[in-house]
């Protein structure tokens, strides 16, 4: 079975241009969660979805969005791209959203994002 | 911001050695989970122990987690040189959808 996969893995973009990051999740997984991770740091958590609903959003400004597709996955979206957006971006699945989580996310390899 | 403190930073040993890894928090949890991550590609899932839990085994990982001291640690026995990575505790806090809240993570270079 195929894990979650992202793409592109490596993307180079310009301050002030935009960026659509891709998830497909596990095979049955409904649930899609968005992270940025900055160099030398742990993963920051951006956006949920489960259902094609937003269920949960992370302390990031309005440039980013995201939404879920009816086959679950996924699409992150960045405006007016800053250098400071230069990051790995992760997307993890599960199966389903439940409070207390009893089960870890299957995590994709990333997208390495650079901005110049 | 960053919900977990990882203890230490970068640690160095020699295969065969043990490696143990320290995590504090700050909020009440649902579970605590312990991530890996090889040359800052893609999260692994190691292990995951419930609040209710102390201790949890899985092949050479250990995790214990002390909820009164807010705090976990993840014991790696007779280390190899494919465990050098950066390994994450992540908590799921009490009240959340299940939204993870990562450390900093720590950096293990196991030497042959």
């Known amino acids: 079975d195929a894990g979650v996969t992202q793409s592109p893995t490596h993307l180079i973009k310009t301050r002030g241009q935009h960026v659509t990051l891709r998830c497909s999740p596990i095979?049955?997984?409904?649930?899609v969660s968005w992270y940025q991770q900055v160099l030398g740091q742990g993963p920051q958590f951006i956006f949920q979805?489960?259902?094609?609903?937003?269920?949960g959003r992370g302390n990031f400004p309005d440039r980013f969005s995201a939404r879920q597709f009816p086959n679950y996955s996924s699409e992150l979206n960045v405006n007016a791209l800053l250098l400071g957006d230069s990051a790995l971006y992760l997307c993890?699945?599960?199966?389903?959203?439940?409070?207390?989580?009893?089960?870890?996310?299957?995590f994709g390899s990333g997208t390495r994002l650079t901005v110049v | 911001s960053q919900q977990g403190e990882e203890d230490p930073q970068a640690l160095s040993i020699q295969e065969g050695e043990n490696a143990t890894m320290n995590c504090s928090y700050k909020t009440s949890i649902n579970n605590l989970q312990w991530y890996r991550q090889n040359s800052g590609r893609g999260l692994v899932h190691l292990i995951l122990?419930?609040?209710?839990?102390r201790e949890k085994h899985s092949g050479r990982l250990r995790v214990t987690l002390d909820t009164s001291k807010k705090s976990s640690s993840l014991l790696i026995t007779a280390s190899r040189a494919a465990d050098t990575a950066s390994y994450f505790c992540?908590?799921?806090?009490?009240?959340?959808?299940?939204?993870?809240?990562f450390g900093k993570g720590t950096k293990l270079s196991v030497k042959p």
């Open positions: 992540a908590t799921d806090a009490f009240g959340s959808q299940g939204n993870l809240i």
């Open positions: 993890a699945s599960s199966l389903v959203l439940v409070q207390g989580l009893n089960y870890g996310y299957t």
């Open positions: 095979s049955g997984h409904k649930s």
């Open positions: 122990i419930r609040s209710n839990e």
């Open positions: 979805y489960y259902e094609k609903e937003e269920r």
